[in-house]
T-cell receptor, first 116, second 114 residues
């Protein structure tokens, strides 16, 4: 019944390493999102994509990039990880505009990244 | 810039009590206000949502109250149960934004004591 799958639940990386966080959805959703969750700060939008190969910056894109080569897959990339990127990363998807439930996000279980 | 302010940060309620979480927004273009519930180890999931054309929406023990003039909305959990212990996020979006981006509040960790 899992609809949004994040490949890694826990990762430990070193400062300066390149980090890939992968997300796959099986609901044929148009929109995909990457949020970062930190205590007291809630969920902050990093990047989102409304179509294959399309991406838009969210509220905190600095230090991150994304890739969406296929509709079902949305990857978050940390080119050079830093300690302040230690966080929980949540992927989500939603149907396209005009679709039923277009504004309902389905989240994955999250990827907890620790950068040492 | 935090566009959705949520309080309190944490809340402890006795079983059977009423849990109340409040949110305030700034952007008058927002026209969709959902609440998401997150259990430990899980991603958030939609709990209940409201549009500004109504002042209240109820689903079981969960009720959203909406005050458009004050730009505030709140979640009330009646007869709170230990199984309601979770983190709750309010959010807002503008339906004219085709991506349906949600702006989330900072979250409230609710603990319901048996």
């Amino acid at each position: 019944d899992v609809k949004v799958t994040q490949s890694s639940r826990y990762l430990v990386k070193r400062t300066g390493e390149k980090v890939f966080l992968e997300c796959v959805q099986d609901m044929d959703h148009e929109n995909m999102f990457w949020y970062r969750q930190d205590p007291g700060l809630g969920l902050r939008l990093i990047y989102f994509s409304y179509d294959v190969k399309m991406k838009e910056k969210g509220d905190i894109p600095e230090g991150y990039s994304v890739s969406r080569e296929k509709k079902e897959r949305f990857s978050l990339i940390l080119e050079s990880a830093s300690t302040n990127q230690t966080s929980m990363y949540l992927c989500a998807s939603s149907p396209g505009q005009g679709s039923s439930g277009a504004n309902v996000l389905t989240f994955g279980a999250g990827s907890r990244l620790t950068v040492l | 810039q935090q566009q959705v302010k949520q309080s309190p940060q944490s809340l402890i309620v006795q079983k059977g009590g009423i849990s109340i979480i409040n949110c305030a927004y700034e952007n008058t273009a927002f026209d969709y206000f959902p609440w998401y519930q997150q259990f430990p180890g899980k991603g958030p999931a939609l709990l209940i949502a409201i549009r500004p054309d109504v002042s209240e929406k109820k689903e079981g023990r969960f009720t959203i109250s909406f005050n458009k003039s004050a730009k505030q909305f709140s979640l009330h959990i009646m007869d709170s149960q230990p199984g309601d212990s979770a983190t709750y996020f309010c959010a807002a979006s503008n339906r004219r934004d085709s991506s349906y981006k949600l702006i989330f509040g900072s979250g409230t960790r609710l603990l319901v004591r048996p």
